[in-house]
Protein backbone atom coordinates (compact mmCIF):
# COMPACT_ATOMS: atom_id res chain seq x y z
CA UNK A 1 0.00 0.00 0.00
CA UNK A 2 3.28 2.07 0.70
CA UNK A 3 4.45 2.22 -2.73
CA UNK A 4 1.09 2.62 -4.71
CA UNK A 5 0.56 6.32 -2.38
CA UNK A 6 4.64 6.83 -3.09
CA UNK A 7 4.22 6.86 -6.54
CA UNK A 8 1.39 9.52 -7.06
CA UNK A 9 3.01 11.57 -4.67
CA UNK A 10 6.43 11.51 -6.62
CA UNK A 11 4.48 12.41 -9.40
CA UNK A 12 2.24 15.17 -8.01
CA UNK A 13 6.10 16.47 -6.55
CA UNK A 14 8.12 16.33 -10.01
CA UNK A 15 4.85 18.63 -11.86
CA UNK A 16 5.49 20.46 -8.75
CA UNK A 17 8.66 21.29 -9.66
CA UNK A 18 8.80 21.49 -13.39
CA UNK A 19 5.96 24.16 -12.76
CA UNK A 20 7.99 26.05 -10.84
CA UNK A 21 10.94 26.28 -13.02
CA UNK A 22 8.80 27.16 -15.96
CA UNK A 23 7.31 29.59 -14.16
CA UNK A 24 10.62 31.16 -12.67
CA UNK A 25 11.96 31.16 -16.35
CA UNK A 26 8.84 32.68 -17.90
CA UNK A 27 9.93 35.65 -20.34
CA UNK A 28 7.78 38.63 -20.21
CA UNK A 29 7.95 42.01 -22.53
CA UNK A 30 9.02 44.76 -20.43
CA UNK A 31 8.39 48.23 -21.29
CA UNK A 32 9.53 51.74 -20.29
CA UNK A 33 6.87 53.79 -21.50
CA UNK A 34 8.35 57.08 -20.55
CA UNK A 35 11.51 57.03 -23.03
CA UNK A 36 10.19 54.26 -25.83
CA UNK A 37 12.51 51.13 -24.14
CA UNK A 38 11.50 47.63 -24.50
CA UNK A 39 13.02 43.83 -23.70
CA UNK A 40 12.55 40.82 -22.36
CA UNK A 41 13.10 39.94 -18.69
CA UNK A 42 11.24 37.28 -16.47
CA UNK A 43 8.12 37.59 -15.53
CA UNK A 44 8.52 37.18 -11.79
CA UNK A 45 10.74 40.69 -11.11
CA UNK A 46 9.33 43.04 -8.77
CA UNK A 47 9.66 46.41 -9.97
CA UNK A 48 11.24 48.93 -6.95
CA UNK A 49 12.07 52.20 -9.05
CA UNK A 50 10.12 53.72 -12.08
CA UNK A 51 10.56 56.90 -12.67
CA UNK A 52 11.71 59.68 -15.35
CA UNK A 53 15.23 58.41 -14.55
CA UNK A 54 15.55 55.05 -13.22
CA UNK A 55 14.31 51.89 -13.73
CA UNK A 56 14.69 49.08 -11.51
CA UNK A 57 13.40 45.42 -11.07
CA UNK A 58 14.51 42.67 -8.64
CA UNK A 59 14.43 39.09 -8.28
CA UNK A 60 15.55 36.44 -6.14
CA UNK A 61 19.36 36.59 -7.91
CA UNK A 62 19.09 39.20 -10.44
CA UNK A 63 19.14 43.19 -10.40
CA UNK A 64 18.05 45.19 -13.35
CA UNK A 65 18.52 49.06 -12.91
CA UNK A 66 18.13 51.15 -16.33
CA UNK A 67 19.02 54.81 -16.21
CA UNK A 68 18.29 57.23 -19.19
CA UNK A 69 20.19 60.24 -20.77
CA UNK A 70 18.04 62.68 -23.53
CA UNK A 71 20.39 65.25 -24.42
CA UNK A 72 21.39 64.58 -27.80
CA UNK A 73 25.17 65.05 -26.81
CA UNK A 74 26.37 61.60 -26.48
CA UNK A 75 27.71 59.82 -29.47
CA UNK A 76 29.45 56.32 -29.92
CA UNK A 77 32.61 57.38 -28.54
CA UNK A 78 31.63 59.41 -25.52
CA UNK A 79 29.35 56.35 -24.57
CA UNK A 80 32.43 54.42 -24.49
CA UNK A 81 33.99 57.05 -22.29
CA UNK A 82 30.83 56.86 -20.11
CA UNK A 83 31.18 53.15 -20.19
CA UNK A 84 34.30 53.27 -18.57
CA UNK A 85 33.83 55.72 -16.02
CA UNK A 86 30.68 53.84 -14.80
CA UNK A 87 32.89 50.51 -14.18
CA UNK A 88 35.34 52.93 -12.47
CA UNK A 89 32.60 54.24 -10.18
CA UNK A 90 31.88 50.48 -9.36
CA UNK A 91 35.38 49.79 -8.66
CA UNK A 92 35.26 45.79 -10.13
CA UNK A 93 37.29 43.10 -8.52
CA UNK A 94 38.05 41.90 -12.01
CA UNK A 95 36.58 42.80 -15.04
CA UNK A 96 36.40 39.58 -17.08
CA UNK A 97 34.65 40.71 -20.41
CA UNK A 98 34.07 44.38 -22.77
CA UNK A 99 32.93 44.20 -26.18
CA UNK A 100 31.19 46.52 -28.73
CA UNK A 101 27.15 45.96 -29.02
CA UNK A 102 24.92 46.05 -31.62
CA UNK A 103 21.30 45.62 -30.54
CA UNK A 104 17.78 46.05 -32.88
CA UNK A 105 18.11 50.10 -32.83
CA UNK A 106 20.68 50.84 -30.44
CA UNK A 107 25.16 50.98 -30.30
CA UNK A 108 27.01 50.40 -27.12
CA UNK A 109 29.50 48.83 -25.18
CA UNK A 110 29.56 46.49 -22.48
CA UNK A 111 31.60 44.93 -19.81
CA UNK A 112 31.32 42.48 -17.39
CA UNK A 113 32.95 42.42 -13.53
CA UNK A 114 32.89 41.22 -10.06
CA UNK A 115 32.72 43.14 -7.17
CA UNK A 116 32.53 41.23 -4.07
CA UNK A 117 31.66 37.65 -5.23
CA UNK A 118 28.54 39.28 -7.21
CA UNK A 119 28.82 39.54 -10.70
CA UNK A 120 27.71 42.52 -13.52
CA UNK A 121 26.88 43.58 -16.80
CA UNK A 122 27.16 47.83 -17.36
CA UNK A 123 25.79 48.03 -20.99
CA UNK A 124 25.63 51.70 -22.70
CA UNK A 125 23.09 51.82 -25.31
CA UNK A 126 22.95 54.46 -27.55
CA UNK A 127 19.47 54.93 -29.74
CA UNK A 128 20.18 55.44 -33.29
CA UNK A 129 16.93 57.66 -34.10
CA UNK A 130 16.89 59.28 -31.18
CA UNK A 131 18.76 61.08 -28.23
CA UNK A 132 17.85 58.55 -25.88
CA UNK A 133 20.98 57.26 -23.92
CA UNK A 134 20.91 54.22 -21.60
CA UNK A 135 22.92 52.70 -18.71
CA UNK A 136 22.20 49.49 -18.07
CA UNK A 137 23.16 47.90 -14.75
CA UNK A 138 22.32 43.79 -14.82
CA UNK A 139 23.73 42.23 -11.52
CA UNK A 140 23.72 38.72 -10.53
CA UNK A 141 24.66 36.24 -8.00
CA UNK A 142 24.56 32.65 -9.56
CA UNK A 143 24.94 31.33 -12.97
CA UNK A 144 21.53 30.62 -14.22
CA UNK A 145 21.31 34.12 -13.36
CA UNK A 146 23.99 35.01 -15.36
CA UNK A 147 22.27 33.18 -18.40
CA UNK A 148 19.52 35.42 -17.94
CA UNK A 149 21.28 38.68 -17.72
CA UNK A 150 23.48 37.80 -21.07
CA UNK A 151 19.77 37.47 -22.69
CA UNK A 152 18.19 40.71 -21.34
CA UNK A 153 21.16 42.84 -22.65
CA UNK A 154 20.79 41.29 -25.56
CA UNK A 155 16.64 42.08 -25.77
CA UNK A 156 16.67 45.95 -25.58
CA UNK A 157 14.74 47.48 -28.45
CA UNK A 158 13.48 51.06 -29.17
CA UNK A 159 9.66 51.23 -30.09
CA UNK A 160 7.75 54.62 -30.65
Do not use: C
Not at 74 to 96: F, G, N, P, R
Amino acid sequence: MKNIMKKPFQLALLFTLAFLAQTASAQKDWRWEQHGVGFSAPANLRVTTNNASEFTAEGSDLVLSIYVEQDGEVDKETLAEALVAAAKELQYDEISNADELEIDDFVGYFVEGTKDGVGAFIITLLDKKSSTNLVIVIAYTTDSARETAIKIGDSFYAFD
